[in-house]
């Protein structure tokens, strides 16, 4: 049975909030000549950023696959696909800001990033265990829930605030 995985919703929201907190101003503030072109210009990078915010990872019984847009290819983002008999072991690297990231390590020398931005996290990471074979409880989310949370807030309010000025 093949589960897929979307991108964790307050990740996406709050990079989407967070885009359009930035740039709903600028249009309106825009010179007239320049209306248009900054109309379109926020549209195409609204589009931009649902779409990059927009990969996923696929489980089935053989294998696990991480799944990325045209967009994201095009900025750096690599699609890739394991067997779970591949994966030799699940490593730990501590981050600056002290959490830590996740590396499958297949026999054959690869790396390749845990997704731990992922809807349903922890059925995710029961799949991930189940087929591996690997104990892996110490996995959590790269960032407390609460930080996305927080960032969409500020950012709502921001867009908020953005609407009352030019009202006024």
Known sequence: MIEKFKTLFFVKSSLICL???LTIPLPFISIE???IPSIVIFAL???????ITSDYVETCSNKICYKTSFI???????NWEISWKDIKLIK???TS???KVYYFNTYQGDSFLVPQRVENFEKFVLIVSKNTGIGIDEISYLSPL??????TLLSVLMIVSEVFAFLS
Request: positive net charge; without cysteine; aromatic residues 22%.
């Open 146 to 151: 609460w930080t996305y949370k927080l960032l």
């Open 45 to 51: 990078g609204l589009y931009l950023i649902i779409n």
């Open 97 to 99: 800001q002290g959490s």
């Open 19 to 21: 885009y359009l907190a």
């Open 72 to 78: 994201s290819k095009f900025f750096g983002k690599k």
């Open 92 to 94: 730990s690297f501590p």
């Open 33 to 35: 000549k320049l209306k």
